[in-house]
């Protein structure tokens, strides 16, 4: 899911070591992340996003094409309001997300009323079912599609 964290650190010639230095967390923590032993928290994959200027869809393998997005703050209330907005669109309640996403209503519930800032494995499983930018879903930007792949 993540095998773009690599290519990308490596065209910027720096080290895990760099990387983990940017994030302010560990080298294990990011080599974790790297390997896809561990889920990059959305927090630490936003921030990369922002200082590489790649967007989350490439990142997270939605598509191949990298379309870079204005550097942004993470926002959870628009994280929480773009999550209702499209569960509500496509006519779904929480518990029929919930089953979706594989979580439970009251982590929707949470996700969406700004309480939790939503996992990153959900976010994505919430992206590919929709069919939906993360990139949009985070604030990144306003285009809801996805870029196709090549």
Known sequence: ???NLKKIREDHELS???I???LKISKSSYN????GEHIIPLKHLFNFCNIFHVSMDYVCGLTDINVPNQKCKLDMKVISFRLK???LKNQLTQM???KIINTSQSNISSYENGKTL???AFIYSFAKHFNISLDYLAGRCNNTNIVKKK
């Open 96 to 98: 029929e997300l919930a």
């Open 20 to 22: 983990a230095k940017i």
């Open 1 to 3: 899911m993540f095998n």
């Open 118 to 120: 939503i996992l990153t």
């Open 16 to 18: 895990q070591r760099d």
């Open 32 to 35: 974790y992340f790297e390997t």
């Open 85 to 87: 907005k499209t569960r």
